[in-house]
């Protein structure tokens, strides 16, 4: 008889996050990359549209007066292609801990960039699915929810990697063994 089921809460949690934020992950790093500019065809205007795109999330970076000028440009070019990695990554569920740690950093990261921003009240653009989007306290909010549903992942997960799981039986003792005894 099995101890506990498989599929408990944090595991329900563990999953539920894998599949949000992985989802969200991939969609805000293709849509930063393809989103803001649409020309999709021939093929020399999407690696227009891509560099542009790029272009145009670096000035959403650099308008947060966080990084300076070459920072914001390295993360516009770097971040969206590691948020597509990542949320690849969660979705597969392959070293998890690893990956639910990494995505619950940046997170908060960006969290603490929108609620910084809000709090000085600047009037700019979100940055965070590529297409133009007022930074409300809506914003805050979504990101304090996808920030705490990661850190519940990441948490739950650590939790469970110390856990058998319930369907590895126990060893029992074969009887060859205790008659040997």
């Not at 790093?29 to 093929?43: E, F, Q, S, T």
């Not at 856990?163 to 029992?172: G, I, Y």
């Amino acid at each position: 008889m099995m101890q506990s089921s498989p599929f408990n809460f944090r595991r329900a949690v563990i999953l539920i996050g894998r599949l949000v934020l992985g989802g969200i992950f991939v969609y805000a790093g293709v849509a930063k990359i393809i989103l803001p500019n649409r020309h999709l065809w021939p093929m020399f205007v999407l690696k227009f549209s891509i560099a542009t795109n790029l272009s145009t999330f670096a000035q959403q970076v650099e308008s947060y007066k966080i990084l300076s000028a070459g920072a914001s440009d390295f993360v516009a070019h770097t971040l969206p292609f590691t948020e597509i990695v990542l949320g690849l990554l969660l979705l597969i569920g392959w070293r998890l801990r690893i990956w639910a740690t990494l995505v619950t950093l940046i997170l908060l990261g960006f969290l603490g960039a929108v609620t910084r921003a809000y709090l000085l009240h600047m009037q700019i653009d979100c940055g965070c699915f590529g297409v133009p989007e007022p930074l409300t306290g809506i914003t805050v909010l979504r990101d304090s929810l996808l920030a705490l549903l990661a850190v519940l992942m990441t948490t739950f997960a650590f939790i469970e990697a110390r856990r058998p799981h319930p369907w590895s039986a126990a060893e029992k003792p074969s009887l060859s063994a205790q008659n040997l005894s």
